[in-house]
T-cell receptor, first 116, second 115 residues
Framework: AQSVTQLGSHVSVSEGALVLLRCNYSSSVPPYLFWYVQYPNQGLQLLLKYTSAATLVKGINGFEAEFKKSETSFHLTKPSAHMSDAAEYFCAVSVGSGGSNYKLTFGKGTLLTVNP | GAGVSQSPSNKVTEKGKDVELRCDPI?????LYWYRQSLGQGLEFLIYFQGNSAPDKSGLPSDRFSAERTGGSVSTLTIQRTQQEDSAVYLCASSPRGRSSYEQYFGPGTRLTVT
């Protein structure tokens, strides 16, 4: 079975600083990996996804993530944090689990705080 | 175009009552998922529908939970004899089809509070 570990339930950065949110996965087969963002009282919005093409994936709002198979990691970065980036971020893995069910298995989430 | 919609947005119910939560997926999406988001358990998969195939119910936590999808579109998640531990946000997502590379589009969720 697949699993996702997000290191750090809460990350705090200053506006303009680098954002680094860590995600490690476990999967017996090549996974598809996703980062979602959730703003207060809203659903999940896709930031970016890795689907076995380029290992460096660029997403919306200036975020990017690099798939590193040797490290089983898919960390999310943004060079310069903005106040509007404050939200909860979820890393997820998708592996076929019978038929065509590609349910997402999520990490516990990382709450990002951006300080002025 | 319209995204995934869910109703009600909030539901408060008494312990022991039954509740129904509704999801309207994006038009044309054949795959539909229900997830539950709670403080203790994070985001958990509940059930998956794909077209006319039998649903994957492997994530339903007990037999008090059931779901159906009528006409390959709207889905209803029913919780019978609600318990306090059922309090959570229930999220619905749809996808063009059930393939891992496809993004799942999430609705805003229904916040269920069992008193």
């Amino acid at each position: 079975a697949q699993s996702v570990t997000q290191l750090g339930s809460h990350v705090s950065v200053s506006e303009g600083a680098l954002v680094l949110l860590r995600c490690n996965y476990s999967s017996s087969v090549p996974p598809y990996l996703f980062w979602y963002v959730q703003y207060p009282n809203q659903g999940l919005q896709l930031l970016l996804k890795y689907t076995s093409a380029a290992t460096l994936v660029k997403g919306i709002n200036g975020f990017e993530a690099e798939f590193k198979k040797s490290e089983t990691s898919f960390h999310l970065t943004k060079p310069s944090a903005h106040m509007s980036d404050a939200a909860e971020y979820f890393c997820a893995v998708s592996v076929g689990s019978g038929g065509s069910n590609y349910k997402l298995t999520f990490g516990k989430g990382t709450l990002l705080t951006v300080n002025p | 175009g319209a995204g995934v919609s869910q109703s009600p947005s909030n539901k408060v119910t008494e312990k022991g009552k039954d509740v129904e939560l509704r999801c309207d997926p994006i038009s044309g999406h054949t795959a539909l998922y229900w997830y539950r988001q709670s403080l203790g358990q994070g985001l958990e998969f509940l059930i998956y529908f794909q077209g006319n195939s039998a649903p994957d119910k492997s994530g339903l936590p007990s037999d008090r939970f059931s779901a159906e999808r009528t006409g390959g579109s709207v889905s209803t998640l029913t919780i019978q004899r609600t318990q306090q531990e059922d309090s959570a946000v229930y999220l619905c997502a749809s996808s063009p089809r059930g393939r891992s590379s496809y993004e799942q589009y999430f609705g805003p969720g229904t916040r269920l509070t069992v008193t």
